[in-house]
């Protein structure tokens, strides 16, 4: 490996493990992606969880898969490494992830910690240690980012939004939605406009899950459905996913109506770090008729719970795709989100993305083939 060294970290010890989340998910810098609960489940999935730590505490969750025949294999340390503390050296903890890896026989590893593009040094020196850019493995590169101030109240927050967005939010509050909270934090009392579970977790899930699928066909994307209905309900029980779901009406003794019956618009959530994160949004076109704030006022509702929380982010998610890592343009699919989402007062933030270090490029090469031989081949 060429270039400064970094730290090296260790495998993590029995008490670290036990203690992991406090860093790598509720710490400063923290990522639910980094989580035991997202280990876990990415290890029903085929995939081989390890746990490392540096000396000043900082963690990286690494996903292990061996090629089929070879020894060696790939890794990914999704949103990792995360530091212990604000201003550590993020392009140091990669690079002594990368070189501690090589050295057991690893031959490549990815990573897209969720770096700002601005970070002085961070590219240079990650880039000079052997790392190159690669294709996003999350859908967004960059991320519109909303600044809170929890002492300023919601009154601030409230004032920073467009004067449109501003009414269609009243507008959706005076007709009634109701905004319901799926949070295994939640303990009586759901903040404000918010109310409790109406239906069982498990059907909530699925109903967004339906929702989404209908907002996937419309704009173009697609998701295994199992396999992230099973994690919404991994994390929701880690108390890491956050589902608001917007119904037109909820009866007293509350839903039972067939899964057909969709909420018309639903927001998911990762609580981490020092914010709350936009991760999937979705809404009816059929409602938006009578509903035109739904999603305005879903998010109005996640500005005030983290607000609560004493946040001082809403990450509102990102709006660029493959081939358009850029802010969108006006006309193209995407500037109307773009748009709607700036008019909270969110700022765009350019992140470093996704690379990868090659420790051994022919034994890669021969094990990515072998490997998508092995998956071909089980297709049949």
């Known amino acids: 490996m060429t270039g400064r060294a970094g730290p090296r970290p260790r495998p993590a010890t029995d008490a670290e493990l036990a203690d992991w989340d406090r860093i790598a998910v509720h710490g400063p810098e923290g990522h639910v992606l980094q989580s035991r609960a997202w280990a876990e489940h990415r290890r029903r999935t085929g995939w081989t969880p390890e746990f490392w730590v540096y000396d000043d505490g900082s963690r990286a969750l690494v996903l292990r898969r061996a090629w089929p025949l070879l020894p060696g294999g790939s890794a990914y340390v999704p949103r990792g490494p995360v530091a212990a503390e604000a201003g550590t050296d993020r392009a140091g903890l990669l690079v002594g992830l990368a070189a501690a890896l090589a050295d057991l026989g690893l031959d490549v590893l990815a990573a897209d910690p969720e770096v700002p593009a601005a970070t002085p040094g961070y590219l240079d020196r990650i880039r000079a240690a052997g790392f190159r850019p690669i294709e996003e493995i999350q859908p967004a590169r960059h991320r519109l980012a909303l600044a809170l101030d929890p002492s300023a109240g919601e009154g601030a927050a409230f004032a920073r939004i467009a004067r449109p967005t501003r009414q269609r939010i009243r507008a959706a509050e005076r007709a ?3 905004i319901a909270r799926y949070d295994r934090a939640w303990s009586g009392d759901s903040g404000p406009g918010l109310t409790g579970p109406v239906e069982p977790v498990e059907r909530a899930f699925a109903r967004f ?59 998911l ?61 006006p006309g193209e699919p995407l500037y109307g989100l773009y748009e709607h989402k700036r ?32 998956r071909t081949f089980r297709r049949r």
């Open 176 to 178: 009634g939605l109701v």
């Open 269 to 329: 959530l990762y609580r981490h770090g020092r914010r709350l994160s936009t991760v999937h949004s979705g809404d009816l076109v059929a409602a938006r008729r009578r509903w035109p704030g739904a999603l305005a006022l879903l998010r109005w509702r996640a500005i005030q719970l983290a607000l609560g929380e004493g946040r001082t982010e809403l990450d509102l998610g990102g709006v660029d795709r493959p081939g358009a890592r850029r802010i969108p343009r």
């Open 209 to 267: 899950a339906e929702l989404l699928a209908r907002t996937g066909a419309r704009r173009g994307f697609g998701f295994d459905r199992a396999d992230l209905f099973a994690w919404w309900l991994a994390g929701h029980a880690a108390g890491h996913v956050v589902l608001l779901l917007g119904y037109e009406s909820v009866p007293a003794d509350g839903l039972s109506g067939p899964l057909t019956d969709l909420p018309i618009a639903g927001l």
């Open 343 to 374: 008019s909270f007062g969110a700022e765009w933030l350019e992140l470093a993305g996704a690379h990868e270090f090659v420790a051994r490029p022919i034994r890669y090469a021969a094990g990515r083939v072998l490997a998508r031989l092995v």
